[in-house]
């Protein structure tokens, strides 16, 4: 066995609930040459990423449940990403996936934590493809696993009751959210303590949920005590950032829009010092700080912090499939040149968003497409 084998292997054991079944799975397959290289990739990668990704899935929502009034243009900035694509699957992994349980169940039987683990990744797959039913029954099952196999009282139980109640939101079930994410906050503070990063990651999950409900309040007060946890892991952090970002985001609803600008600017800051200025977080921030300035009138600031966030978005994404985020960031410049009574630089945004969502292949009745024709008619008129 070769060096780099080994450190694989020893990544995937190190990153998995269980220490030796990992090598097992490797061993079975061992034999594949093909079958090995891709399963050791995607045992390590998808396993361990999963895994992290369980844990921290509150750091944040899913896209289309993203600010959609903050920005001031209820129309066009939807943050419709998911909607764009609605059917990205990505067979490959759902079939590796698929062989790699196939292969922990021979191993360890149908009621293993590495099984569960699976269920959890097919289930995430699921939720790329919207496809909320598979995606709510792939984690039922791993629910059903975990507490088969540790009880009611373990990291793994409250990270599976978290995507779960992550699902509800994304289905508009959202006091059905609340109960799940409040089962699993529970869990974390007994099973992990009470200062422990998931309890502040699941604290700022619900306060997400409470503002989409507009529970302007609660969001507030679960934000902070997140935000409060958070302070001990440094102040350049990006989790305090992303933080930052969503109690900016209840400033603004709440129609605080200084204090708003405040916090926005820190979590720009912030995500600029450890993501680097070419980061889709820190395009994200740009637009909600960009928000603010055109709810205090400043649209000029407004438009350039639009345009700064369009310029990393072209640099972090370089394929067709997000022509559309392209075409709602344009189209939002478009409309601000609009209220500035800029007409010529206006009707260049707005066609230049137009010719986005062409190469993005959107339909006639996409709420995009219809919200810049609406935006082209008001423009005719001056």
Not at 139 to 160: C, K, M, N, Q, W
Not at 198 to 220: F, I, K, P, T, Y
């Amino acid at each position: 066995m070769t060096n780099r084998t080994k450190k694989t292997e020893a990544e995937c054991t190190e990153r998995t609930e269980s220490h030796t079944d990992a090598c097992d799975i490797t061993k079975r397959i061992s034999s594949k040459p093909a079958l090995k290289k891709r399963h050791l990739r995607r045992c390590t990668e998808g396993s361990a990423v999963l895994s992290s990704a369980l844990d921290n899935s509150s750091n944040g929502l899913p896209p289309n449940h993203r600010r959609t009034k903050s920005a001031g243009f209820n129309s066009i900035r939807s943050r419709a990403h998911n909607s764009q694509h609605k059917e990205y699957f990505v067979k490959d992994e759902y079939d590796d996936l698929i062989e790699c349980i196939a292969l922990r169940k021979s191993v360890h039987g149908e009621d293993h934590p590495e099984v569960a683990l699976v269920h959890n990744s097919i289930g995430n797959c699921y939720n790329k493809r919207q496809d909320f039913e598979k995606s709510m029954n792939s984690y039922r099952e791993a629910l059903r696993i975990y507490r088969s196999f540790y009880g009611d009282y373990h990291p793994s139980v409250a990270s599976t009751l978290q995507n779960i109640g992550n699902v509800h939101c994304r289905l508009g079930k959202n006091d059905l959210a609340i109960k799940y994410l409040e089962q699993s906050l529970l869990i974390r503070k007994k099973s992990q303590g009470h200062d422990h990063s998931d309890v502040a990651n699941l604290l700022q999950n619900l306060g997400q949920v409470h503002a989409l409900m507009g529970n302007n309040d609660q969001a507030m007060s679960d934000l902070e005590k997140a935000l409060k946890l958070r302070s001990t892991q440094g102040e350049v952090n990006i989790s305090v950032a992303r933080n930052l970002s969503a109690i900016g985001n209840i400033y603004i609803a709440k129609g605080q829009l200084d204090e708003a600008m405040t916090i926005q600017r820190r979590s720009l800051d912030i995500k600029k010092q450890v993501l680097g200025t070419l980061h889709p977080s820190v395009a994200v921030s740009l637009m909600d700080l960009g928000s603010v300035c055109h709810k205090r009138g400043y649209i000029d600031e407004a438009i350039s912090l639009y345009k700064e966030a369009l310029r990393v978005q072209k640099g972090v994404y370089k394929d067709q499939e997000h022509y559309m985020d392209f075409g709602v960031t344009m189209h939002t410049i478009g409309v601000l040149h609009q209220l500035k009574g800029e007409i010529v630089k206006a009707k260049e945004a707005l066609t230049n968003a137009s010719s986005f969502y062409k190469e993005a292949s959107l339909d006639h009745d996409h709420r995009c497409v219809i919200a810049l024709s609406m935006s082209l008619e008001t423009l005719a008129l001056h």
